[in-house]
């Protein structure tokens, strides 16, 4: 059962909490690294929301080291699949599916980026909405080793991952009810993750 159908059924707490499990979290991730169309914040913010209200630390921690590592694992296999792709020209379709990904204006930027501040513009790339794939592809481009990038990524996954915990958990401890914390968590991380996009807008039309 899809998260959203655990919202529109309005099902018990304990559903709730076996839909969005270690495990479910794991694939969940895994997923979104590799095929960008799985909302993965949302998915963490929520698995946060309910370790908040199991109130234990240990159930957070295991959030914290599930995702980290779950999103680690989806980009370093994102990241090699590419780096096939480039290698074999015209015999894969993986970099052309990351191009497809990243408007031209944002590639250009993220290998200005790149060349400026190395692999630490990793970090800010998981942080903002639709910034990792065009700083991924702009390390493919520039043919940087796995182990420069699994550098890079590590911490930015650990970034990533803890903010939006702390998303979840402010949205678990605005309500009593875990199925209220979710919601209020997933509505955040859409408003974090459009808030970029309607600024670019604002100042595309100025």
């Known amino acids: 059962m899809t998260l959203g159908a655990v919202l529109a059924a309005g099902v018990p707490p304990e559903s709730t909490q076996q839909a969005v499990g270690y495990p479910s979290l794991f694939l969940l991730v895994v997923l979104g690294s590799l095929v960008p169309v799985v909302p993965t914040g949302a998915v963490v913010s929520s698995a946060a929301v309910v370790a908040f209200h199991h109130a234990s630390p240990f159930a957070l921690l295991g959030v914290f080291v599930v995702a980290s590592v779950a999103a680690f694992l989806g980009d370093m296999g ?15 379709r993986w970099p052309e599916r990351l191009r497809d990904r990243a408007a031209p204006e944002r590639l250009a930027q993220a290998q ?17 909405p639709a910034g990792r794939i065009p700083v991924m592809l702009a390390c493919l481009l520039s043919r940087m080793p796995l182990r420069t990038f699994a550098r890079g990524d590590a911490p930015a996954c650990l970034a990533w991952t ?7 958990v402010a949205g678990g401890s605005l ?24 600024w670019r807008r604002v100042r595309a039309v100025s």
Request: net charge positive; proline share 3%; glycine share 14%.
């Open 112 to 128: 200005e980026q790149l060349r400026t501040h190395g692999v630490l513009v990793l970090v800010v790339s998981r942080l903002v």
């Open 162 to 168: 803890a903010t939006y915990q702390l998303i979840g």
């Open 175 to 198: 309500f009593g009810s875990p199925w209220q914390g979710v919601a209020a968590a997933v509505a955040l991380t859409v408003l974090v993750g459009a808030v970029p996009a309607l």
């Open 78 to 92: 994102l990241y090699a699949l590419g780096a096939r792709g480039l290698r074999a020209g015209s015999g894969s």
